[in-house]
């Protein structure tokens, strides 16, 4: 079974600039989750879908948005990049019908987005 | 200006020794407990898991503790191999959201 394919791997972006990220799930998963990964804050949640439904969401700006398809996949939005936008962004599936049962994640490799 | 990162606290064994990695959680609420490995380059993967009804829960090599007194996990890792290199975190699920540990990196020495 392929595991979670993330696209693209590696960008640069300057700022101002805007950029979408590509998730695409297991198989049969049907939530999609991304974090944000940076040395001083760690990992942290930004927002969770499911059946193209944003059932959670973390504590960042209005400038980070997303969006699920009918096949499960997902894309996340950053617009206005600063520079403090700089991480790795990982996104993660899972099949849990509740968002209490959400523990195993497969997470993908993650795009490393570099803002200058 | 230059970017201060979260010291990770860190944890050295030699091969075949045990490791036992600990981690302070922040939500007495929480009832829903993982473990994650990743390794340099990779994304998290799923170690273990335990839910707040249990106090320890085995898998393979692994050991999770839970003491929901002091709200604290630990992992114990029985002979640590030198393919257990990695950082290790926990996460509690908080209504649907998994909120990570900031991590503690094992270096195994062989």
């Known amino acids: 079974k392929a595991g979670v394919t993330q696209t693209p791997r590696y960008l640069i972006k300057t700022r101002g600039q805007q950029v979408t990220l590509s998730c695409s799930p297991i198989s049969g998963h049907r939530s999609v989750s991304w974090y944000q990964q940076t040395p001083g804050q760690g990992l942290q949640f930004l927002f969770e879908?499911?059946?193209?439904?944003?059932?959670n969401k973390g504590n960042f700006p209005g400038r980070f948005s997303g969006r699920q398809f009918s096949n499960s996949r997902s894309e996340m939005n950053v617009s206005t990049l600063e520079l403090g936008d700089s991480a790795l962004y990982l996104c993660?599936?899972?099949?849990?019908?509740?968002?209490?049962?959400?523990?195993?994640?497969?997470f993908g490799e993650g795009s490393r987005l570099t803002v200058l | 200006g230059e970017s201060v990162g979260l010291h990770l606290p860190t944890l050295s064994v030699q091969e075949g020794d045990n490791s036992i990695i600990n981690c302070a959680y922040s939500n007495s609420a929480s009832d829903y407990f993982i473990w994650y490995k990743q390794e340099s380059g990779k994304g998290p993967q799923f170690i273990i898991d335990?839910?707040?009804?249990?106090d320890k829960r085995q898998g393979q090599r692994v050991t999770v503790l839970l003491n929901k007194t002091v709200k604290h996990l630990s992992l114990q890792i029985a002979a640590t191999q030198p393919g257990d290199s990695a950082v290790y975190f926990c996460a509690e699920n908080q209504g649907g959201k998994l909120i990570f540990g900031q991590g503690t990196e094992l270096s195994v020495k062989p």
């Open positions: 993660a599936s899972s099949f849990p019908l509740h968002p209490e049962r959400t523990g195993e994640l497969f």
């Open positions: 879908y499911f059946s193209e439904t944003q059932r």
């Open positions: 335990i839910r707040s009804n249990m």
